[in-house]
Structure formats: C-alpha cells, structure tokens
C-alpha cells in the first residue's frame, strides 16, 4: 500500500514538474532535469551517501531538496537572467557537470552500488513513514501551482506578449522553477533519478485536454500517477519473486514514445 501511494504521488509530481518545465522552456522535449533539478538532487544523494551514510530519510529528503535548489540557482545564476534559450543551454551543461561529479564522489568512496541500488531500486522498502513525510509536501505543491496555470499559458507564449499582459517573467519563472525543485527534489528523494516520466506524460495531457494548462496541470498529475504506477506494478509482477529495476521498465515503455514525439506525434 505505501509503494502504490507513494507511486501515484512521485508520478503526478514528475508529471506537473515536466507539464511546467516544457511551457517555462518553450520546450517540448524538456524534462525536470533540464535545468539541472534532478542532476542537483542526485549529487546531494551522492554526498550524504558517501559521508552520512547512516542519515535518516527526512535528512535525505531536505538534502535533495537542497540540492534540486542549488542546481536551478545555479542554472540561473550562469544565464543571468538570459532568455531562455540561455537558460537551456546552462541546463544543459550543468546538469552534465553535477551528474559527472556524482559519478566521480561515487567511485572515489566506493558507493557506487548503494548509488545503483537508490537510483534503480525504485520504490522498493517504501514505508509508511516515507510516504508521510513527502506526501504534504508534494501535494501542497501541487495545489498552489494550479493557481499559476494562467500566468504559465502566458509564459507558453513570447516574453514580449507575457511582459505586456502584465507578467513580471523573471520573478514569475523563479517561482515557478522553485515548485519544480520541490516536487522533483522529494521525488529523488525517494525513488531517485528517473527519465520519461516529465517527459512524456505532458504531452499525453495536451492532447487529451488540449492546450489550456488550467486542464494541463491536473491532468499531468493525473496520467503521471497511473504512469508510474503501472510502471511499479509491472517491475514486480512480469518476473517474481524478482523485481525489475523500474527505470528499465520506463525505458522500455517511454523510449518508443519519446521517438514517436521526436516524430512529431502527439501534438495537442
């Protein structure tokens, strides 16, 4: 019962996460990890594994949060409030920086297989306890960024038509990219760092409800929690007693639609 809860409350979080990075981007190809969130939060994972391996979960989950915040400030802080084509390309490169200093912190202290087991155990041993620790952080998130769905529809579109509507964008964008790090930060926390789910599930929502993010949002919460609980589910039944990592499940189901969306399908 706690790993399915836990389930559709990681995948409605990823999806609103991917839902909101893809419309602050412009980008329909972008996930959480764009701008270095998920990389943030796993390098913190690294490091209390490495020296605190004994930490409790609710100090993992501060330090992924933590983390999936310095790696958006950073990510801003290179762009300098650029457009967001910089932001993007900062993204980009700081997201392959952290990840590669994650790799090196794990080998360097020989934790590179309780790193695998964090980041491909999936929700394996989730308890009770976990769950309510994550479970009002996320949904609080959650709530209050349905009440941004206006102001992210007008940041879908040109910074110039969002500034003369009356949306301060940096002020706007920061904040929302602050949303984006709590939900994917408590989402590393416990299942790790995972692909697709951001990525995907955003467009399953534009083209069943279209392209009014008032419907977008909680329809990405929606489709990302069965998402990934059918993920979770299938990772336990199609080989017991063995349990298939869950990021090879995603993979299998997400890769040959993220083809299909580099092909063009799926538009809303």
């Known amino acids: ?18 839902s909101i990075m893809q419309a602050l ?10 701008l270095g969130v998920s990389a943030g939060g796993n390098l913190s994972l690294a490091l209390i594994i490495a020296f605190m391996p004994n930490l409790a979960f609710p100090g993992k989950m501060l330090a992924s949060f933590l983390g999936a915040a310095a790696g958006t400030i950073f990510v801003l802080a290179i762009s300098k409030q650029g ?27 020989k934790t590179s297989k309780e790193m695998n087991m964090w980041t491909s155990g999936g929700l394996v041993g989730t308890t009770f ?11 609080l998130a959650l709530v209050v960024s349905l009440f941004f769905s206006k102001q992210i529809g007008i940041l879908t579109m040109s910074d110039e038509v969002a500034v ?15 949303f984006v790090a709590i939900l994917t930060g408590a989402s590393v926390a416990l299942i790790g760092e995972i692909a697709f789910v951001g990525l995907i599930v955003p467009h399953f929502a534009r083209f069943i409800v279209g392209a009014n ?10 489709v990302g929690a069965l998402f990934l609980l059918i993920a979770d589910t299938l990772s336990r039944t199609l080989n017991p007693p063995f349990e ?25």
């Open 25 to 34: 981007t412009r980008n329909p190809l972008a996930d959480p990890g764009i």
């Open 244 to 268: 298939i990592p869950i990021v090879a499940i995603l993979s299998v189901i997400g890769l040959p639609f993220f083809i299909y969306i580099v092909r063009g399908g799926l538009k809303g």
């Open 213 to 222: 993010y008032k419907y977008i949002l909680p329809m990405s919460a929606l």
């Open 164 to 178: 003369g509507l009356g949306i301060s964008i940096h002020r706007t964008r920061l904040l929302l990219f602050f």
């Open 129 to 139: 306890h976990e769950v309510a620790l994550i479970a009002p952080v996320i949904l």
């Open 83 to 109: 457009n967001i084509y910089k932001i993007i390309l900062a993204g980009a490169a700081v997201s392959a920086f952290l990840t590669a200093i994650a790799s090196a912190v794990s080998i360097l202290f």
């Open 1 to 18: 019962m706690p790993r399915n809860i836990a389930a559709i409350l990681i995948g409605a979080a990823l999806g609103v996460s991917g």
